[in-house]
C-alpha cells in the first residue's frame, strides 16, 4: 500500500509543473514538489533546483538523488527476501532434528508425520514471504521507471524554460553596443 501511495501521474504532474514553471513561478514549482510525496517528484524538485548548472551536473545531482529514492525504497525488503529463503531451510532443519531420535519407533506414521511439521511451517513462512519479496520488487521497479521518466521530463522542461529565460535577456553585448551607439 505504501509503494502505491508513491505512484504519481508523472505526465500530469510534469504538466502542471511546466505551466507553473512557464509563468518564471519556481518558488511555487517547488513548494508543488515539496508537497507530492512521491519520489519522482523528489527528483523533479532536484532538477529544478539544479536548472542553472548545466546539464552533465544536472543529470549527476538527479542520479545521486535517484540512489537514494531507490535505497528508500528497498530499505526493509531484505527482510522479506531473508525470510522467504531461510524459512523452509529452517523447517528442514527441524524435521532432520526431529527424524534424529534415540527412542524405538513403534508408530511409524506418527513419527514421520510429527517430523514433517517443521517442514511444513517453514514453507508456509517462506512461500507467501518470497511471493511478497518478488512482487514489492516489481512495485519497486515500476516506481524506479516512473522516476527516470519523471527526470528526464524535467530535464526537458527545465532546459527550456532557462533557454526562453536566456532568450528574453538581452546579453550583456548588446545591451553594451546599443549604449555605444
Not at 512521491?38 to 536548472?51: D, F
Not at 534415540?102 to 512461500?127: C, K, M, Q
Not at 512482487?135 to 521497479?141: F, H, Q, R
Request: proline share 3%.
Amino acid at each position: 500500500m505504501q509503494y502505491r501511495s508513491l505512484q504519481i501521474d508523472t505526465k500530469e504532474f510534469i504538466g502542471g509543473l511546466s505551466t507553473v514553471m512557464s509563468r518564471g513561478n519556481i518558488v511555487e514549482a517547488i513548494s508543488i514538489c515539496d508537497s507530492t510525496d512521491s519520489p519522482a517528484a523528489r527528483l523533479v524538485r532536484e532538477a529544478i533546483v539544479n536548472r542553472d548548472r548545466g546539464r552533465d551536473d544536472m543529470k549527476e545531482a538527479l542520479e545521486q538523488a535517484g540512489s537514494g529514492e531507490v535505497a528508500r525504497l528497498e530499505r526493509n525488503l531484505w527482510v522479506l527476501a531473508t525470510l522467504g529463503q531461510i524459512a523452509p531451510l529452517l523447517g528442514l532443519l527441524g524435521t532432520v532434528m526431529g527424524f534424529m531420535t534415540d527412542e524405538v519407533v513403534t508408530n511409524l506414521h506418527a513419527h514421520f508425520s510429527r517430523a514433517l511439521i517443521p517442514t511444513a511451517l517453514g514453507l508456509a513462512v517462506g512461500i507467501p514471504c518470497y511471493a511478497a519479496y518478488n512482487y514489492l520488487v516489481a512495485e519497486v521497479s515500476g516506481l524506479v521507471m516512473d522516476m527516470e521518466k519523471a527526470a528526464l521530463d524535467a530535464i526537458r522542461h527545465v532546459e527550456e524554460l532557462v533557454s526562453e529565460s536566456n532568450q528574453k535577456r538581452p546579453s550583456k553585448r548588446a545591451s553594451k553596443k546599443s549604449g555605444e551607439k
